[in-house]
C-alpha cells in the first residue's frame, strides 16, 4: 500500500524515486524528487520530506516533520513523535530537519512543546549515529556529531561543529557551545562554553579542543588566545563575573573570543568548572 496510490502512479508523478510496495504513505505527504521509502516505512499526513532523501525500512515519521533534502535516514528510526513530556496535550508542534543530515539506526527525535519554541530542529550536515535521541524542543546546529547512545533531554541547545561522545548525556536546558567535544559516558548537566574539551560524571573541562579547531582552520593566533581565555576563565582563580568582563575586554582585539563573551551572556544553568 502506498495510501491510496499505486507505486506505478507514484512513480508517474516524477514525485519520488521509489516507495517500496510494502511502505505506507499518507496520501496528504508532501514528498519530493528523488525520494526513496524503503519497505515497511511509515509516513504520516503532515510530513514534508525534501529531494533526494533516503528513508530507510521501518522507519516511522510522524507528526508536523519537515525534512529537507539530501538526507540519509537508516532504517528504524522514529521520527516526529508526540513528546516524551507529560504535559504535551496534542498540540501541533513541530520537528524541522535540515539538509544534508545522515541519521543511523534506531534514533528517536520528537516534537517540540508548546511550553517552549514549540519545535525540535536540527541544522544541516550533521552526523548523528545510531541509538541518538533528541528530545523535545532541542535545537542542534550545523556541522556536529553525535556518536552512538549520545542522549539529548529537552530544552538543549548544541551549537555548530560539536561533538559528543558516545554516550554522552545532557540534562534539559543546558547549552553546549560551537566546536566542544565531550568524551565517552560525558554526563552534561550544566553549559559547556565553546571550544573546550569536557569530560567525566559529572563532566569537567579539559582544555582548548585544539585539535579539532586546527581541522577546522583555526591559526596559530586564533589558537593562542582561545587559550588565554580558557585560562582566564578556568586558571586566573577570577570569580565568573570578573573572569567576564576580563574576557570582554580581550575581545576588543581578538574576536575569536567573542564566542566566549556571547555564550556567557546567554547562559543559564552555569557553566561547567
Known amino acids: 500500500s502506498t495510501g491510496g496510490r499505486s507505486q506505478t502512479d507514484v512513480r508517474k508523478t516524477g514525485s519520488v524515486t521509489m ?18 521509502i524503503g519497505p515497511y516505512a511509515i509516513i504520516g499526513a503532515n510530513v514534508e520530506i525534501g529531494d533526494n532523501t533516503t528513508v530507510g525500512p521501518h522507519t ?30 496534542g498540540e501541533p508542534t513541530r520537528l524541522e530537519i535540515g539538509d544534508r543530515n545522515v541519521i543511523r539506526e534506531f534514533c528517536t527525535f ?15 550536515d550533521n552526523w548523528i549515529m545510531a541509538y541518538v535521541h533528541i528530545a523535545h524542543d532541542c535545537q542542534v546546529g550545523n556541522k556536529t556529531t553525535f556518536a552512538n547512545n549520545s542522549q539529548l533531554a529537552g530544552h538543549v541547545t548544541i551549537e555548530d561543529w560539536a561533538i559528543l561522545g558516545g554516550f554522552t548525556g545532557v540534562h534539559q ?6 566546536h566542544v567535544m565531550t568524551a565517552v559516558g560525558s ?16 563532566a569537567q573541562p579539559y582544555g582548548i579542543n585544539v585539535e579539532g579547531l586546527k581541522r577546522r582552520g583555526f591559526s596559530a593566533d586564533a589558537l593562542l588566545a582561545l587559550k588565554r ?5 578556568y586558571k586566573s582563580g577570577l570569580l565568573l563575573e570578573e573572569a567576564k568582563a576580563k574576557l570582554k575586554e580581550d575581545a ?22
Request: aromatic share 8%; with cysteine.
Open 173 to 178: 536546558f543546558c547549552r553546549v557551545g560551537a
Open 229 to 233: 581565555a580558557y585560562r582566564t576563565l
Open 252 to 273: 576588543r582585539t581578538q574576536p575569536d573570543v567573542q564566542r566566549f563573551v556571547d555564550f556567557l551572556e546567554v547562559s543559564k544553568r552555569g557553566i561547567i568548572r
Open 19 to 36: 516507495i517500496h510496495a510494502t511502505a505506507i504513505v499518507d496520501p496528504a505527504a508532501r514528498i519530493g524528487h528523488n525520494v526513496e
Open 187 to 202: 554526563v552534561i548537566l550544566q553549559d559547556v562554553p565553546p571550544y573546550l574539551m569536557a569530560a567525566g560524571n559529572t
Open 110 to 124: 520528537n516534537l517540540g512543546t508548546v511550553q517552549d519554541c514549540g519545535v525540535t530542529r536540527i541544522g544541516d
Open 60 to 89: 516511522v515519521i510522524t507528526g508536523h516533520t519537515r525534512i529537507g533534502r539530501d538526507n540519509r535516514i537508516f532504517q528504524f528510526c522514529s521520527l516526529g513523535e508526540v513528546p516524551q513530556d507529560k504535559k504535551y496535550a
